[in-house]
């Protein structure tokens, strides 16, 4: 069973960094399309970024306020995604989560909680 | 790119059909058939209803159904039941991007 375990959610101050993980099981990353997607208190979904799979270049893209503070990487190796978060906001407080679509399925991770506060 | 446009609530009583739209443009909705669909209920992780405009995947009930006409795609929800409430978004691909809709509130009367 695809399985998306994910972790790394913390509370941290304006200014600061943070680095989530995607760990997958039963599901190869560098087959597939990764996205990190989050949903701040009571909002709407909002795309974060993805990397594609290796077949398709493996190039990486970010949605417009997340360019030069986000990096998403992934490590083949221990088969897990990676979100690092710069320079973090207050706005940047939401719930983040690993996704994937393929052509019949949708898998995502629980979600992680990223609450930036003084 | 801006996100995509849906109306913030739709409703229905149980056994009757809700449309909920979505509108991009000539460069997201308009151009490509990537389209998906999903459910959130309160507190829970996205479900997938939807994929590639008017695919369902396996376990979804046939009730839920998809398509798209210009710029705009459409999930229609029949035979409403108590369980489709819930907050639905559409999401598409768009070369560098990916978009979501704002999402909309569906409310089974």
């Known amino acids: 069973e695809v399985q998306l375990v994910q972790s790394g959610g913390a509370l941290v101050k304006p200014g600061g960094s943070l680095r989530l993980s995607c760990a997958a099981s039963d599901f190869i990353l560098r087959n597939a399309w990764m996205h990190w997607v989050r949903q701040a208190p009571g909002q709407g979904l909002e795309w974060v970024g993805r990397?594609?799979?290796?077949?398709?270049?493996?190039?990486?893209d970010y949605a417009a306020p997340m360019k030069g503070r986000f990096t998403i990487s992934r490590d083949d190796s221990e088969n897990t995604l990676y979100l690092q978060m710069n320079s973090l906001r207050t706005e940047d407080t939401a719930v983040y989560y690993c996704a994937t679509e393929t052509d019949t399925a949708a898998y995502w991770g629980q979600g992680t909680l990223v609450t930036v506060s003084s | 790119q801006s996100a995509l446009t849906q109306p913030p609530s739709a409703s229905g009583s149980p056994g009757q059909s809700v449309t909920i739209s979505c509108t991009g443009s000539?460069?997201?909705?308009?151009?490509?058939?990537?389209v998906s669909w999903y459910q959130q209920h309160p507190g829970k992780v996205p479900k997938l209803v939807i994929l590639e405009v008017t695919k369902r995947p396996s376990g979804v009930p046939d009730r839920f159904s998809g398509s798209k006409s210009g710029n705009t795609a459409y999930l229609t929800v029949s035979g409403l039941q108590a369980e489709d409430e819930a907050d639905y978004y559409c999401?598409?691909?768009?070369?560098?991007?990916?978009?979501f809709g704002g999402g909309t509130k569906l409310t089974v009367l």
């Open positions: 990397i594609k799979r290796d077949a398709d270049g493996g190039t990486i």
């Open positions: 000539s460069s997201d909705v308009g151009r490509y058939n990537y």
């Open positions: 999401s598409a691909y768009a070369g560098s991007d990916n978009l």
